[in-house]
Structures are given as C-alpha cells and as structure tokens.
C-alpha cells in the first residue's frame, strides 16, 4: 500500500509539472501560429470558406438583379466576371497583407498596433461587401445596364434601405418605451413622424443602428409637443441631447 | 480486498489531482487579485467583449459618495422621466447601495451596482407605473396605493426574488474548497420576476376594468417590440439574401413567435453586420438554396446586454 501510494503521489506531481510545461510551451507556439488575417479580417473563418461566402453573396447578387430588371445572358456572363474580379483582388490584397506582417512580433504592443492599422480596412472592406459602388462589380453594371433597367435596379434597392429605416424605427421606438411609457396611439404616431423623416443612408459608415436616432433629431419640437406630454417630452429631449453629435453624420 | 485497495487508492488519486489542480488555479487567482476569494470567479471576457465594471469599495470617502449618487440620479432622469421623483432617485441610490448585483456571474457594487439595479429593475417597474397612470386614469386613492412600488419596494423585492443563476462550474468548485460567496443570481432573471411580481400586485389595486386596460397595453408594448426585433432581423437577412415580398412575410411571422425575439438587442446586429443573432433552424425552411448556402455561411452570435440604454453584458459566440 505505501509503495502504492508513493507511486500515485509520484503519478501526481508528474501529471502537475506535465501539464504546467504543456501549458507554458503552448501558450508560445499559439502565439506564434497566430494568424492576424484569419482572426481580425475573417474572424475566424478560413480563408476558403470566405471565398464561397463572397461567391454565394455574388450570385445572389446576381440572381437579385434578375429578378428586378431582368439580365440578359451576355449582361449576366459580364457582370459575373466582375464579382469574381473583385473576390480576387480582395484575396490578392490579402496574400499581399499576409505577407506585410508575416514576420512582426506578435508580443510586441506597438507592433500589433502596427498590424492592425495595415489590417483594418481590409477587415472594414469585408464587413461593409466586396460589391459597393467602388467595386468593378458597381462599374461593369453602369455600363452594362440601359437606362431602365438601372432605374428598376435602384428602386428596389431604394426599398430595400427604407424597408431597413423603418425597421430601425420600429426597433428605436421599442427602446425608447424601456424609458418613456407609450400609449398606442402615440406609438403609432411617433413612427408616422420617424418614417416620414428622410435620412442618408450611411451603412457605409457603420452607423446605422443610428438610423431612428438621427430620424428622432429631425422631428421638429413642435411635432412632438402635440404628441407627448411635459413628462414624456423631458425624457425624449434626454435621448436627443446624447446622440445630438452623432446624428451630425446623418445631415 | 486488492481490488478494493486498488479501487481507493485510483478514488485518492482523483481527489488528489482535482484537489491540487483547483489549488493551482486558485493561487493563480489569489496572485493577480488577493481579493479573489472575496467575490465569485470572473471569466475572461470574449474578444471584443467590453471589460466588466469592478466592484467599487463600499466604503467611500464622503466625496466619493457625492459622486456616486450623481451618477445614479443622471441615470434615473434619463430612464424614468417622471416615473420617479428626483427625491425618489436620491433615496434609490442609497437603497440600491446595498442590494447585491450580479449581472452575467460577477458581483457589481458600488455605482454600477446602483446603475444596474435603476435600469434592470427598477426602470421597467418605474416605466409600468407611469403607464398605468396614463391608460388606467387612477383615483387619488389608487395613486397613493400605486406610491408604494418605488425604489423602496424594488430594493426589497431584489433581496427577497429568487432568480437563476449562471452555473460556473470552477467559480463553484472553487468555492467548496476556498469558502467565499455563494451563486448569486442573475439581476436579467431576477427583474423579469419583480416586473411580474408589481403586475400581480397592482392588479389588486386597480379595478378589473382598469386592470384588463393596463394588461393590454402591456401586451401591445411586447408585441410591438416583437415585431420591431423581427422586422430587424428580417431587413438583415434581406440584405445579404435578398428575399422575395411573400419570404419577408413568412419569416417576420416565424419571427415574431419565436421565444428568444423580445430579447434580441437587434440594433447590435445593424452595428457588426458580419454577425447574425442565432436565429431558430426552420427559418431556413422558407429561403431558396441559394440563400441557405449564403445563410449558412455568416457568423450567428448571440449579444446579450443592450447599445442604447440599459444593461453591458457582453457577447456570447455560439457557433
């Protein structure tokens, strides 16, 4: 029994010191593998399984274009090897990225700072979609579509981003009741005013959850006055006054 | 009797290991925080995930209080309008001070423990008052009954709820070995309880007329907001899939009847539009293959906590 017991405590503090060693060396050599493109521009995703996401976006993007102003095969055939013009010179930008910070110190502060400077408008790219109005995509389409069709195309994307607004209203109306007690009525409303309000459309930027904010600052005074009470207007000019700055960005 | 020897010695093996491993853990903890063992285990936040609010000492300079209270008054301006008096929101700031806040396993105190107690629990409760007054016309007498659900009561109520709690597993076996605070449980869990709990009570105030009045508009503000949160998630997925007019109809319907809907912080989504909340498998019934095969590839995340207005309680990946 004690030899068996020795051997055990023995068994115990190798298992103790093995795991301490595995633990120290791994947090070394996953330092180093770290890729900054995989995390911080693909989030997590491998590099291929952007490709397909991007391809899939392009083809649905394709097939959306179809359904609004009806593409031609030759019109499609152009337009299709623009999106993939844009995926690979998204992806030649990356390799070209990969190789700018292949070799920077991954420990040092300054040095990630460095990398993420180089590494952020990519990452802004992705997120924002390969196919906006810079994109070969957006180019190859003005030329390619006749008046018509680009009329039809961008009345359905106009309705797309009010659909989106109007959302955005719905949702910031919907907090706003976690603050200010709402009878139907002035719900109902407030939204008239809120969808009524004309805004830019600045998804670009990222701020769109702004949207029923920046909608909210346009209300003239009197508008709400005739809708809410002295209490209710105390806390909705609150509201205003914080997201005032922001809101610049919509004008 | 060998194999029972063998038996508890392979037992005493295994205590031993988990014993001396928590040990390890443990001092590691007690190293980068000697306070350690006076609070529950926090995680490390996720990437991306804002840092959580330390514990303030409870014991402040009389300065330092002055401060606090401020905070926590300019708080409940903002949140309650005139659901609440200022001097009820000066009397709220000390109540809260010592009710024990746990938002997302840690323990908050000092002014994010106020901050979170006003917005969490005591703005909904706050909010309902004020929205009885406006749809229930209550007498004077109803009004002096409906008085009693202030700070006051909430801070109670708060002590007395019993709420779910996140299970930590470390964080709990930690303190079987290390002693320290019990599991707390979740302030999210333990408002939803105390804004039930008031709707309970003030029901026996009102009559049943203006009670059936005040639970319809309650009913019409939840459905609104499911609405609102499924009308967002939908203008999400048209965007990246393009639906048709009869797709939005059926998944804004899917959505509305889904449970996690009301819970959604959906303007998160508008702000990190590589993410989407997870959202219930059979919405992909309604899209075509293609959108499943776009649908399929964007990252689903689950953002707890709210950008305008209440609660920080960081983002949770689930796939």
Not at chain 1, 34 to 45: A, K, L
Request: glycine share 4%.
């Amino acid at each position: 029994m004690p030899s068996l017991f020795s051997r055990n405590l023995l068994l115990i503090l190798l298992t103790v010191a093995s795991a301490s060693v595995q633990a120290a060396t791994c947090k070394t050599v996953c330092a180093q593998q770290q890729d900054w493109i995989q995390s911080w521009v693909f989030n997590g995703r491998t590099e291929t399984v952007v490709r397909e996401s991007l391809q899939n976006q392009a083809d649905q993007k394709l097939k959306q274009m179809e359904e609004a102003c009806g593409l031609t095969a030759e019109q499609n055939s152009k337009l299709k090897l623009a999106a993939t013009g844009d995926v690979n010179r998204f992806f030649h930008e990356v390799a070209q990225l990969r190789k700018a910070t292949k070799d920077l110190n991954q420990q040092d502060q300054n040095t990630v700072q460095e990398a993420w400077t180089l590494i952020s408008p990519l990452s802004t790219r992705l997120q924002a979609g390969l196919f906006d109005e810079k994109s070969l995509f957006a180019k190859v389409m003005s030329s390619t579509l006749d008046e018509a069709q680009a009329n039809e195309y961008k009345k359905m994307l106009r309705e797309q981003i009010e659909r989106r607004h109007h959302a955005l209203v719905l949702a910031m109306v919907s907090t706003l009741e976690k603050h200010v007690p709402m009878v139907g009525d002035q719900r109902e409303k407030l939204i008239e005013l809120l969808d009524a309000q004309p805004v830019k459309d600045v998804k670009q930027q990222g701020l769109e959850a702004f949207v029923g904010y920046a909608k909210l600052d346009r209300v003239p005074v009197k508008e709400l006055e005739k809708l809410f009470d002295k209490d209710q207007l105390t806390v909705l000019n609150s509201l205003r006054e914080r997201y005032a700055q922001i809101v610049q960005m919509f004008r | 009797m060998q194999a029972i020897q063998k038996t508890a010695s392979q037992s005493l093996l295994l205590i031993a290991v988990l014993t001396l491993s928590t040990l390890f853990e443990m001092r590691t903890v007690i190293a980068q925080d000697p306070a350690a063992l006076e609070k529950p285990l926090q995680q490390e936040p996720a990437k991306g995930e804002p840092a959580k609010q330390e514990p303030a000492n409870r014991e402040q300079p009389p300065e330092q209080q002055e401060e606090v209270a401020m905070v926590g008054a300019q708080v409940f301006q903002l949140g309650n309008g005139e659901a609440i008096g200022v001097e009820v929101e000066a009397q709220a700031v000390e109540i809260f001070r010592d009710v024990t806040i746990v938002m997302d396993g840690v323990e908050l105190g000092g002014d994010g423990a106020v901050q979170l107690a006003t917005q969490v629990m005591l703005a909904p409760v706050a909010v309902d008052n004020a929205l009885i007054r406006r749809v229930c016309k209550p007498n004077e007498d109803q009004l002096k009954q409906l008085s009693q659900f202030d700070a006051k009561w909430v801070a109670k109520e708060a002590k007395s709820v019993k709420a779910n709690g996140n299970k930590n597993v470390v964080g709990g076996f930690l303190r079987v070995f290390a002693g320290g605070m019990p599991e707390q449980g979740n302030t999210n869990d333990r408002a939803t309880k105390i804004s039930a709990l008031h709707r309970k009570e003030v029901a026996k105030i009102l009559t049943a007329e203006q009670n059936a009045a005040f639970e319809k508009a309650v009913k019409e503000r939840d459905e609104f907001r499911n609405r609102a949160n499924a009308e967002c998630v939908v203008a999400m997925l048209d965007e990246r899939l393009f639906l048709s007019a009869e797709q939005r109809k059926q998944l804004t319907e899917k959505l509305m009847a889904w449970k996690d809907i009301a819970n959604l912080e959906v303007h998160f989504y508008f702000q990190n539009q590589i993410y989407l909340p997870s959202l219930p498998s059979d919405i992909s019934k309604v899209l075509n293959e293609s959108q499943r095969a776009v649908f399929s590839n964007i990252q689903q995340v689950n953002f707890q906590g709210q950008m305008f207005g209440v609660d920080d309680a960081g983002i949770l990946i689930t796939n």
